[in-house]
Structures are given as C-alpha cells and as structure tokens.
C-alpha cells in the first residue's frame, strides 16, 4: 500500500520514461576501461566541487586541491581583486609542484601575497602571472608573459567553489540548472560551523552514492539505531519518498523525517530526548533568515512531515538539506574502479550555547555512526560485483536515482567515445 | 588539582574522559570496555541536563577551564552514548574495516 502518492503512471520510474524498468547492468562500477573512460568523457568535463568559499576569506587567501581522478593539482586563489581563480598546481620553469607544505602530495591552505616555486624561486602573482624569474638574464629570451600559471575554469555558486577542466563547458549556473536556480537564497553563509571528515572505500565512487541516493535500505541496514519498537514499526513499514525528481544530468529525493522533533519522544533514544538532536539535526531551529519559508526546490512536495532532500549534483557531488535547518554535502572521488575517498561536510549555523553546541555534537557523532554503516557494506558489494556472477540487478521504484545515476555515466561515456570516434 | 567546577565534583574520577578532540575521545571509546563506558554514562547522562544549564551561564567562545572540561566530558558521553544505549559494543556493528577521519572540526 503506497503511504504517499506516485505520478500517474503509476510509479516514479514510469514517470521519467527514459529510465526503463529492466535490471541495470554494474559492468559500469567494476570494468576498468570504463573507469579510464569516466576519466575523461565525465570528470574532465563537468563542474566539481572543491570548496566552500569561507575558506578563502581574504584576498590572498588560497588552498590547494589534490584531484587524482583528473590527474592534477590545484590551487584554488582570491585575488587583489575578490575574484576566486583556480590553477594547475605546476612551476613554468621545470614543473616543481609550486604550492605544497611538508609533505608533497598532502593539501594546503594559507594566505600569501604571491606563490614562490621552492625550486628555484620563481614567482607568480594572484591572477596566475609570472611575476620574477631568478637570474632571468640566464635565461633565452624569456618572455614572462607566455609562462604564467595554467589556469582552470572556477566559478562560484552560493558560495560553492566548483572547477571545470573543459575550457569550453557551459556556465556554472546553467549546469546547475532548475534545481541550481531553485536552490537560491538559501542561507548557506550563515551555516559556517563545519565538521569535514574523510573515508577510504574500497568500492566504485558509485556505489556510494547508490548508497546515500536510497532510503529502501534504512530500515534494515540502520535497524540498531532506533529504539526497538521503531525499529519493528520502520521494518514493516518500509521507507517510501515523498518526491522523486529528474533534472539529468541531476536528481533529487525528497523525505519524510518524523525525528526532529520526534512526535513520541519514547522513540528516540534518552540522551536525543535530553540534548534535543539526532539524526536529523537539532530539532530546535537556528534563529537566521531564510529558513522560513524554503526556496522552493526544497521539499517540492510541500510535505508537513518533511525531513531532508537530498540533491545528487551530477557527478558527485550530494547536497543534503535538513528540516532543522543545516547542510551536508557529500563528495566521492574517484582514485581507481574500486576505491575512492568519500569526504563528507556538515555545515551548521554557529552555536551561541554550551547546550546547543552539544546538540550539534550529537547530530555529528550519530552521522559517523551511521556512515560507516553505510560505508561497509560498500566493499562487500564491489567484491562480488567483480565476481561477474551477476551481472544485471533489479531496481525499485524507491533505487530510481540509481538507475538514472548509472544511466547518466554510461550515456556520458558513450557519447564521448562516439564524439571521439567521429573526429 | 581538579579538572571540573566544583558544582560536579561528583564527576572528577571520569576526568580522563575531558578530552578535546573527536579522534582522542573515539580512540578512548574503542581502548574501552562495556562496563567502563556504562559507569560513565551511568554517572553524567544524570548530570548532562545541569551541565547544559551550567555551562549556558557562560559565553561559548570564551569558557572559563573548568567549565571547558566539564563540556569535554559531556561530549565524552556524547561518544559513548551509542555503545551504550544500542550497539552494546565500542565499535559501530557491522561496520568492520570502516573507517572515518574527522579531519576539520570546531573545539570547544
Ligand atoms: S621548478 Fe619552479 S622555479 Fe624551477
Ligand atoms: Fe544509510
């Protein structure tokens, strides 16, 4: 019995028709040419998330971007002028790695007036110039105006920092599209309380956001976390979205969330009933602009018992809004077809009290718990995918935004290689 | 020398759980054992409503020692709370190799 209504169709994988209802086919998470192929035909051309603009709070201020799934470096700069650039991480003269700490391959952030090579102390300005060449009359006629930085599309929307590696791509914004534009306005700056954590998995980036972009797996997967009762109430319920939607290359889910605050308190857990937070966030509201009423991309069901969207910005990037008001984004990078790095932020309007510090601390420790939940399961899945025992998986109408997820990867690869076959 | 107010003194003998960091107090929760973490939680889950009211006395951004410790403590709680109230386990079940770094976070 459906709790909340489908489209006409009937089901919301009907409803976008492109999608098809067939098994779908994992060769795309664990063949390794189809990974080389991801490479170029997906993360050299799309816009990618590497940093929220308050870590560049001055002109000057900078940080740098390890990218093997691009096989780059970057340096991410605001310049004299306020205007965030992004470059190749690489010295002109003879390709020293030009902003790094101790450790080479280790990231860094800073504020300086200008990059100096630790080599031979060449310099570059903000905007990406040459700017000094040591002992330059040894030099052949050096014109310093051909050697400056390589430089990388950046633009920022909302204060998210993104890079495109195609000179030629669309705008930020017109890639971001409908839900970009529906998204505005949201109070993003205020929520500048942060908890970054990073994981290893071994499994295809994929498979992690098949992970997340589901909740069909709640119940059973997460059963522990509720109080018995719930648990047995949410095993036989199962979980049902209150919205799907398609915006290819992007989707979005959209749920219900009874837990902030929960409607009987004898369903949570007793130190979420002392300190008033869970999951979910802290069931007290921060008192910003902006919450009230929501852009209207968020909860586009108009749903009472709204919890959290979840927005899959295509590749890989997932931007989480919570009905208590406060953000997650989640980012997967690729490192090979079987491993990436998961990096999760949690974004949180800064507390004013001990009490709602420790609310924020809850929300936080009970999202660790829960990913490496989800995170375990990840390698056990890529083993057995590789297995090739089995190849083709049927989804349900709630695993929508994975068939459109694989779907986009593997009409982006093919259009790529046909491009590519025709030139 | 005491670590905590003298409001919750009550509390000194878990002293070793005021500890600043996410990694220092997951690391503490995985070297302890069920009873270990059960007497603690026994201890401050009754005093975590006065420590909230305590502590809210004072600007956030500029606690006094004591009363930073004494939120250390109750973040240590925090941490245990999970094994305690559902796991019955220091470690996430099912969780295995899985492992999370939490690489930028707010310290008190
Ligand atoms: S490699 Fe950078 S100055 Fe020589
Ligand atoms: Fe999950």
Known sequence: MAHFKKPEAGSWTE????????????????????????????FKKTWLHVGRIERLPKKGSYFTRELPVVNTSLIIVKGKDEVVRAFHNVCRHRGNKLVWDDFPNEETSGTCRQFTCKYHAWRYDLTGDLSYVQQEGEFFDLDKNQYGLKSVRCEVWEGFVFINL???????????????????????????????????????????????????????????????????????????????????????ISSWGGMAPPKDLSMVKPIERILRSGLFGPWDRPDIEGLEPLPPAINPAGAVPWGVDEFEFFPNMSLLFWAPGWVITYQYWPTAVNKHIFEANLYFVPPKTVRERLAQELAAVTFKEYALQDANTLEATQKMLETRTVTDFPLCDQEILLRHLHKMAVDHVKEYQDAKAAS | MPKLPAEFADLEKFSDWCLPTEAERYAKRLDSTMAQMQELYDATMPRLEDACAFGDKFPLDDLPEDVRSLIHLMQSLVMVSFPVEVWKQPRVPDSGAAWAELYVEPVV
């Open chain 1, 15 to 42: 409803h976008f028709s492109t999608l098809g209802t067939e098994p779908v086919d994992y060769t795309d998470s664990i063949d390794p040419e189809f990974y080389e192929a991801e490479r170029e035909a997906i």
């Open chain 1, 166 to 252: 195609d000179p030629d791509a669309e705008s930020l914004e017109d890639y971001l599209g409908e839900y970009g534009k529906g998204i505005k306005g949201y109070p993003f700056h205020e929520m500048t309380e942060v908890y970054s954590y990073r994981a290893e998995i071994g499994s295809n980036w994929k498979l992690f956001i098949d992970a997340f972009a589901e909740f069909y797996h709640a119940p059973v997967l997460h059963q522990k976390q509720a109080v018995k009762d719930e648990a047995d109430k949410l095993m036989k319920v199962g979980f049902e979205a209150l919205h799907y939607d398609l915006q290819s290359p992007h989707s979005m």
